[in-house]
């Protein structure tokens, strides 16, 4: 079933500090997938979460109508293996 292939379903298996970064305007995965299992890993307890919402990005950050949204991802990504990435400890 499609449940199968959901991966909020398995929420409770979540064990790695997990970071969202949305594009507002992304047409693959509406932003309202990634809060939605944001929202269900915060709900269960689990391992660290984060929620970026980047506007004027698409689905990844090769295609940008702003430069700027590039820069931004970077700096959220850089930071959380900072945080989160063992060999920065």
Do not use: C
Not at 25 to 49: H, I, M, V
Not at 56 to 61: F, I, L, Q
């Amino acid at each position: 079933s499609w449940l199968k292939s959901s991966p909020i379903m398995y929420t409770g298996n979540v064990t790695t500090p997990t970071m969202f970064i949305v594009g507002m305007d992304d047409l693959r995965t509406p932003p309202g997938q990634s809060n939605e299992f944001f929202t269900a890993l915060k709900l269960a307890g689990k391992a660290p979460t984060e929620l970026i919402y980047v506007p004027d990005a698409y689905h990844g950050t090769e295609i940008s109508a702003n430069p700027h949204a590039h820069a931004r991802w970077r700096f959220h990504v850089l930071n959380w293996f900072k945080k989160w990435d063992p060999a920065h400890q």
